[in-house]
T-cell receptor
């Protein structure tokens, strides 16, 4: 099955700095890579995703890049704000209908 | 739509007791998933349903765990008997598409003493 590794496990930045979270996956056939944000006491929520026919996708301050050759994808958050503080999960398909999630990255943005 | 609704939000029980967690998916979503979240193991898929039929239950830890979906608007995850190692947050999620966005509920935090 799919194996997803996520780094770092924790990340502390100052407000306004950029944050980068990286994930690797094992199944070269995977073609869909979502990122979820989980705030304290809530369920994960999709923030951005990318499919394998593109190398980069942006949505305001967040972007995701994909390198299929190296089998890794990254989440980039620019101009971080305190409300970006949360746990972020990457994921990759584990089969036709399911996802395997990374272990998560706790991002702390200090004012 | 109110989103995926889970109950209870918090459950504290003693070892050996039966626990039932409930989920109401978003109307029109044909896929329903049960996940378990712990610090050590992260988000683990337990079981998922398509059109009320269990498709893959390979993630269910053992026979103490069972899940049902009697109709399109309701699912239960039951643990009997419960053990301290079952303490975790259990999430239900639904989606209309097998390769699209998962919509998670707010989770049920289970503590087994």
């Amino acid at each position: 099955g799919e194996n997803v590794e996520q780094h770092p496990s924790t990340l502390s930045v100052q407000e306004g700095d950029s944050a980068v979270i990286k994930c690797t996956y094992s199944d070269s056939a995977s073609n869909y890579f979502p990122w979820y944000k989980q705030e304290l006491g809530k369920g994960p929520q999709l923030i951005i995703d990318i499919r394998s026919n593109v190398g980069e996708k942006k949505d305001q301050r967040i972007a995701v890049t994909l390198n299929k050759t190296a089998k890794h994808f990254s989440l980039h958050i620019t101009e971080t704000q305190p409300e970006d503080s949360a746990v972020y999960f990457c994921a990759a398909p584990a089969g036709y209908s399911t996802l395997t999630f990374g272990k998560g990255t706790m991002l702390l943005v200090s004012p | 739509d109110a989103g995926v609704i889970q109950s209870p939000r918090h459950e504290v029980t003693e070892m050996g007791q039966e626990v039932t967690l409930r989920c109401k998916p978003i109307s029109g979503h044909d896929y329903l998933f049960w996940y378990r979240q712990t610090m050590m193991r992260g988000l683990e898929l337990l079981i998922y349903f398509n059109n009320n039929v269990p498709i893959d239950d390979s993630g269910m830890p053992e026979d103490r765990f069972s899940a049902k979906m009697p109709n399109a608007s309701f699912s239960t995850l039951k643990i009997q008997p419960s053990e301290p190692r079952d303490s975790a947050v259990y999430f239900c999620a639904s989606t209309p598409s097998p390769s699209g966005e998962l919509f998670f509920g707010e989770g049920s935090r289970l503590t087994v003493l």
